[in-house]
Nanobody
Framework: QVQLVESGGGLVQPGGSLRLSCAAS????????MGWYRQAPGKERELVAS???????NYADSVKGRFTISRDSAKSTVYLLMNNLKPEDTAAYYC???????????WGQGTQVTVSS
């Protein structure tokens, strides 16, 4: 299977920046999409950003222009650079990997991001 380990969360003031990392290990064949989701208390988990194996990014409207997702295939790692953070970005952030064949979805355990003054 696939193991995903996130790091980089923490407490930051509004307007600040954080970079999340997600290191993948295990059987990484056919992993065509990796991404980040977040879940705030009382809310559903939502897609933040994703990137394909061909480096095509996709962003939620709420983070466009502020967040950048990137993927280092050699290191099997995906990053999420978050700039101009807002209190509404506060959530647990989860790394996700999607295998195309067979269809499988893998999740990390999450890392907390708190934006507060």
């Amino acid at each position: 299977q696939v193991q995903l380990v996130e790091s980089g969360g923490g407490l930051v003031q509004p307007g600040g920046s954080l970079r999340l990392s997600c290191a993948a290990s295990g059987l990484l064949f056919n992993i065509n999409v990796m991404g980040w989701y977040r879940q705030a208390p009382g809310k559903e988990r939502e897609l933040v950003a994703s990137v394909t194996s061909g480096a095509m990014p996709n962003y939620a409207d709420s983070v466009k222009g502020r967040f950048t997702i990137s993927r280092d295939s050699a290191k099997s790692t995906v990053y999420l650079l978050m700039n101009n953070l807002k209190p509404e970005d506060t959530a647990a952030y989860y790394c996700n990997a999607e295998r195309s064949l067979p269809r499988q979805s893998f999740w990390g355990q999450g890392t907390q991001v708190t934006v507060s003054s």
